[in-house]
């Protein structure tokens, strides 16, 4: 998928041993940083001994040998490796003794319902899918941003996009959180379509997909604050939930009440609002449309 070569070779579990480990440093492992280091991070044989593993196990597990170790080895590995619990409960479903469910190759579409309530909703609000393309939206995510009409990818914006940069007023976190949130969306369903060709797209289009790719970060993106630079009423604070409906996810962005945010989020209102008829009925064809075969 555009990853390593140990991850085209099905061996995500070393390619994940091998990139968390460079990120950890002798001094957060509580080892002396000593001499020099050809490596970043900790070495493996520094990983095993933290581990209570031999060396040459661990070697076994980075080079794709035993892709089924235990739960206690892994337990180990992920207090080494400093994991958070998104973080450990990845490494576990890496292993070969979790048996992969077959998923269905089923278009992600847009319940009824969920576009009624779209409809219904006055702050800017769209549908997600997996793999971050933009099934539907309502004309206030539009006014907020033209990337969150019907038929981009919110990946794709973030990093190739010169104005969403310009948008994100924390473009390297954005970005950051997302390609993560990508890995773990992702999991083990590494043959599915939608997601060979977007990862395909970046690793050969974006530096910075590049780097956070090859850190096989794991994050899940729920609830957050964000502030953006609108290019017509100015900076907007908002916040950010992701809410489950109808097998998508329902994205919505809102200001503090009665902030300098809210004021100028129902200024866009009113500006979105003189857009002309024919426009309006574009938009809502747009919305109407499925989204990509994940």
Request: glycine fraction near 8%; charge should be positive.
């Amino acid at each position: 998928m555009g990853g390593t070569k140990d991850e085209e070779s099905g061996n995500r579990l070393g390619a994940y041993l091998r990139a968390r480990r460079e990120l950890v440093t002798p001094e957060q492992a509580g080892l002396p940083p000593g001499g020099t280091r050809r490596v970043p991070g900790l070495r493996r044989e520094e990983v095993a001994l933290l581990a209570g593993i031999s060396p040459d196990y661990y070697l076994r597990l980075e080079r794709g040998r035993d892709r089924n170790p235990s739960s206690q080895v892994l337990e180990s590995l992920a207090r080494v490796l400093r994991l958070d619990e998104v973080e450990r409960t990845y490494l576990l479903g890496l292993t070969a003794a979790r048996p992969r469910a077959a998923r269905p190759r089923r278009p992600e579409r847009v319940p009824a319902r969920v576009h009624e309530l779209l409809a219904h909703l006055t702050i800017p609000a769209f549908v997600e899918g997996r793999a971050f393309d933009v099934l539907a939206s309502n004309p206030m995510a539009v006014a907020l941003s033209p990337r969150l009409r019907p038929g981009e990818n919110r990946l794709r914006s973030l990093l190739l996009d010169p104005e969403e940069r310009a948008f994100q007023r924390d473009w390297e976190k954005a970005t950051a959180g997302i390609v993560a949130a990508l890995r773990t969306t992702v999991g083990d369903d590494t043959d599915n379509p939608r997601f060979v060709e977007l990862v395909g797209e970046l690793a050969l289009s974006s530096r910075r997909f590049r780097t956070l790719w090859a850190r096989h970060d794991v994050r899940t993106l729920e609830g957050d604050t964000v502030t953006v630079d609108h290019p017509t009423v100015g900076e907007l604070r908002l916040h950010r939930d992701k809410l489950p409906v109808g097998g998508v996810l329902l994205v919505l962005y809102y200001p503090d009440k009665d902030s300098d945010s809210d004021e100028k989020l129902r200024l866009l209102a009113s500006l979105s609002a003189t857009r002309t008829p024919r426009a309006a009925e574009a938009g809502s064809a747009d919305a109407e449309s499925a989204g990509p075969t994940p």
